[in-house]
């Protein structure tokens, strides 16, 4: 398959799992308390074009199809992420934990076989730190535990240098929103939620690192 019908193709594939993933955090989002889903454009057609867009720049890169497939399923689990996230303030359980244990089985075939789990471990246990202390020093919650488990599956799926890079990219990416917010309501009240820059800043890893197993390896 040529290189540039590949990418048009799965941006097709993309723009139907982006739907799915729409369709999926509407139900989700009325099991968790009856969370009633909205209907701006950004909230409906939001996941679709970014998987879209997603799936057809991962597919320029040179792997094989299972790889591909792979990690068009991760991409898809940060896409839901960062819309259910900025809609709902919320990270679902329901999408988090069947993907960590999907990047777990990922990260054993890679070596060494530890350095996956040694990372989600040690990335999930320092947001849950700042949680506890951000929430005993401000007196409310600094980062929500959907934070910590995406900090987790982070972790699992990028390994440790790749997962420094996306949480540094993810803390960025947060600052700058976060100081426009105080410029533009002059206000140091103005909160967000951290987990779609994280999921974008994982996003950014995942493309630029080689951290998924090959069919090489």
């Known amino acids: 398959m040529t290189t540039i019908l590949l990418p048009i193709l799965w941006a097709l594939v993309g723009a139907a799992a982006g739907w799915v993933a729409r369709w999926g955090s509407v139900r989700l989002a009325l099991l968790e308390g009856g969370l009633a889903p909205g209907h701006k454009r950004w909230q409906v057609y939001g996941p679709p074009v970014l998987a879209a867009i997603l799936f057809a720049v991962f597919a320029?890169?040179?792997t094989s199809f299972a790889v591909l497939v792979l990690r068009s399923v991760f991409v898809l689990v940060l896409v839901q992420v960062i819309f259910f996230d900025f809609e709902h303030r919320l990270i679902l359980d329901r999408v988090m934990f069947p993907s960590i244990a999907i990047a777990l089985v990922a990260s054993?075939?890679?070596?060494?076989?530890?350095?996956?789990?040694?990372?989600?471990?040690?990335?999930g246990l320092v947001f849950l730190m700042l949680s506890v202390v951000g929430s005993a020093i401000f007196k409310a919650e600094a980062l929500g535990f959907g934070d910590v488990k995406?900090?987790?599956?982070?972790?699992?799926?990028?390994?440790?240098?790749?997962?420094?890079?996306?949480?540094?990219?993810?803390?960025?990416?947060?600052?700058?929103?976060?100081?426009?917010?105080?410029v533009r309501y002059r206000t140091m009240?103005?909160?967000?939620?951290?987990?779609?820059?994280?999921?974008?800043?994982?996003l950014i890893a995942l493309?630029?690192?080689?951290?998924?197993?090959?069919?090489?390896?």
């Not at 054993?108 to 990335?123: F, K, V």
């Not at 009240?189 to 994982?202: D, R, V």
């Open 60 to 62: 320029t890169e040179p």
């Open 108 to 123: 054993l075939l890679r070596h060494p076989w530890w350095a996956g789990i040694a990372t989600g471990l040690g990335a």
């Open 150 to 182: 995406l900090a987790l599956f982070m972790g699992v799926l990028l390994g440790p240098l790749p997962t420094i890079q996306a949480l540094f990219y993810g803390v960025f990416l947060a600052g700058i929103v976060s100081v426009v917010l105080v």
């Open 189 to 202: 009240k103005q909160t967000i939620a951290y987990g779609p820059y994280l999921a974008a800043g994982a």
């Open 207 to 217: 493309y630029l690192y080689t951290t998924l197993p090959t069919s090489s390896a």
